[in-house]
């Protein structure tokens, strides 16, 4: 599967983007994906994750739950990553990745996920 993240720019302190990560193949329904973001000279970092098919499991880490939300349109092979609430630690590069794996034994390591996107930068002023 191939990944393209795309919806990043500026935005002001307190607005909202969505990013959207798209991808080829058919089966897009069965992969589990993830967003990361990476700020300049930090490690990449898990944002949230949704389960494959109808996507009933949502995962988000604690500094951005309750303002981000992961969504998924299968008949469209794309998963959202609503964000609101944009502070300026939010500023970073977001990329989506994904894994056919039946079982993940963490969502929150990067080095589960084989595919991903190229990344989309998000810039919050504040």
């Known amino acids: 599967v191939q990944l393209q993240a795309c919806g990043g720019g500026l935005v002001q302190t307190g607005g909202s983007l969505r990013l959207s990560c798209v991808a080829s193949?058919?089966?897009?329904?069965?992969?589990?994906v993830g967003w990361f973001r990476q700020a300049p000279g930090k490690e990449r970092e898990f944002v949230g994750y949704?389960?494959?098919?109808?996507?009933?499991?949502?995962r988000y880490s604690d500094s951005v739950k309750g303002r981000f939300t992961i969504a998924r349109d299968n008949a469209k092979n794309t998963v959202y990553l609503q964000m609101l609430s944009l502070k300026p630690e939010d500023t970073a590069v977001y990329y989506c990745a994904a894994s056919a794996s039946v079982i993940l034994s963490s969502v929150h390591d990067r080095s589960q996920y084989p595919y991903w996107g190229q990344g989309t930068q998000v810039t919050v002023s504040s």
């Open positions: 949704i389960d494959r098919n109808s996507g009933g499991n949502t």
């Open positions: 193949g058919r089966t897009f329904r069965s992969y589990r």
